[in-house]
């Protein structure tokens, strides 16, 4: 039987646990600091609880620098449940805006309101989606299914990747290229928000930086710009302050299933309209489970949160610290770069055998990934099967494109990055 030692994992989701938090973690949930109870039979709402969820917050504040205009959130539904969130929530937001500008131009005339605000809705009412692999993809349809009520043509897809790459996901077009909701007349923004994968794992691609084109413009509404990181957060810093939500499922960089995590901006969670208005002008108030004011207002406790799920991500967030000292997140945003540059150098060098499937300028640091001798079934089977046989797991492509790939998150050492890449040189000349 194979000790964790002699194995390798490189799963895209969920990813390893570094192996000292797996064993702390199978004492807690046995036997949680010798109280006779497990950490994932304990009250949500006991002291033990509280003071868990409290120490994970500041572990995030403090790694990510987020700013004191946001507020952490943990729900259940995974990066999926926030495609619909997302929707559910900012679509009020853009409605508050033009509520209260119509209640400007019209005083207090309710049914004028609701009529105006109803016309904005169909004429103006845009959801602007950066399309750029297998789950924005899923987003923008997800986003479309949802407003199908309000109307036709209220997703804008600002940009599909696949139109410039014959059909397939690999590349990210210039931002010249993306076709934005234009600002209005009144030099507002005429989108809700602007959504994008920040890196995508089954494509393998990933935004280099912030995209310029979405920065703050002086004179004119704030683009509110939507991240889902699910699979890069906590590899290289970000400026928190540019976006109006990032959202990430646990499962990659921060711990295990069932929660996930959303830092949300505080004005966005009460510049919105009553609900009474909402279902007026025919939109829907966000269900509950997903409403983020009322999961903010409850500390992400309104219903049964996985308590041991949320300890583990303060585990992992500690060996971070441990492991990078005062560079915290910039420590691993160096390392995660520097086993990624290992990698995509054997398969460069190598060219003939591997074919690295995005291009160059937006490979993702997180997944890696290639093809074997041009997607030959056969030799990617043997290459996967003589992987697996050294140790190496977790290395097959998703099931709907195939091939290999290598993802490599914050819990893969380098270690076994160099094994795997002797082993890529060594398949490489048979």
């Known amino acids: 039987m194979p000790t964790r030692e002699d194995i390798a994992y490189f799963g895209a989701g969920p990813s390893g646990l570094p192996t000292h938090v797996a064993a702390a973690g199978s004492q807690a949930f046995f036997n949680y600091e010798d109280s006779g109870v497990g950490l994932a039979e304990i009250s949500h709402r006991s002291p033990t609880a ?25 729900l259940h539904g995974g990066g999926s449940g926030e495609f619909s969130a997302v929707v559910y929530n900012l679509v009020p937001v853009w ?39 297998s789950w924005s993809l899923k987003a923008s349809q997800e986003a479309a299914q ?37 600002s209005q007349t009144d030099g507002t923004c005429g989108s809700a928000f602007v959504y994008y994968c ?30 889902d990181m699910s699979s890069n957060i906590l590899s290289r810093q970000v400026d928190v302050s540019k976006y109006g939500v990032i959202f990430a499922g646990a499962q990659k960089n921060l711990g295990i299933t069932d929660i996930t995590l959303a830092i949300v901006r505080k004005d966005l969670l009460t510049e919105v309209p009553p609900v009474s208005f909402l279902h007026a002008v025919g939109v829907w108030s966000p269900p509950t489970i997903l409403n983020w004011p009322i999961i903010a207002k409850n500390n992400s406790l309104y219903n049964t949160m996985p308590i041991f799920s949320i300890w583990i991500a303060k585990q992992v967030l500690d060996s971070l610290v441990a492991a990078h000292g005062t560079a915290e997140v910039t420590g691993q945003e160096i390392l995660a770069n520097e086993k990624a540059a290992l990698l995509y150098r054997v398969l460069d060098e190598n060219a003939a055998v591997y074919q690295v499937v995005p291009h160059r300028n937006v490979r993702s640091r997180m997944n890696i990934c290639f093809r074997v001798r041009g997607g030959d079934l056969t030799a990617e089977k043997r290459f996967l099967d003589e992987a697996k046989a050294l140790g190496f797991l977790g290395l097959a492509g998703h099931r709907s494109v195939k091939g290999v790939r290598i993802s490599n998150y914050n819990s893969v050492s380098m270690s076994n990055i160099r094994r795997l890449a002797e082993y890529l040189i060594d398949f490489a000349k048979r």
């Open 95 to 133: 409605v508050e805006k033009r509520r209260k500008r119509a209640e400007q131009e019209l005083g207090g005339d309710e049914s004028a309101i609701v009529r105006k605000v109803r016309e904005d809705i169909q004429k103006s009412l845009r959801l602007d989606y950066l399309v750029t692999g």
């Open 50 to 74: 509280t003071q868990i969820l409290a120490d994970t917050k500041a572990a995030l504040i403090s790694l990510l620098g987020i700013p004191d205009n946001y507020e952490i959130l943990f």
């Open 198 to 227: 920040d890196n995508e794992t089954v494509d393998g691609v990933e935004f280099p930086s912030f995209p310029s084109i979405l920065e703050s413009q002086p004179g004119r509404e704030e683009r509110i710009v939507v991240a």
């Open 146 to 182: 949802l407003l199908a009520p309000l109307g036709e043509n209220l997703i804008n897809v600002a940009l599909d990747a696949r139109k410039s790459n014959e059909g397939v996901f690999g590349t990210i077009p210039s931002e010249d290229s993306w076709r934005l909701t234009d």
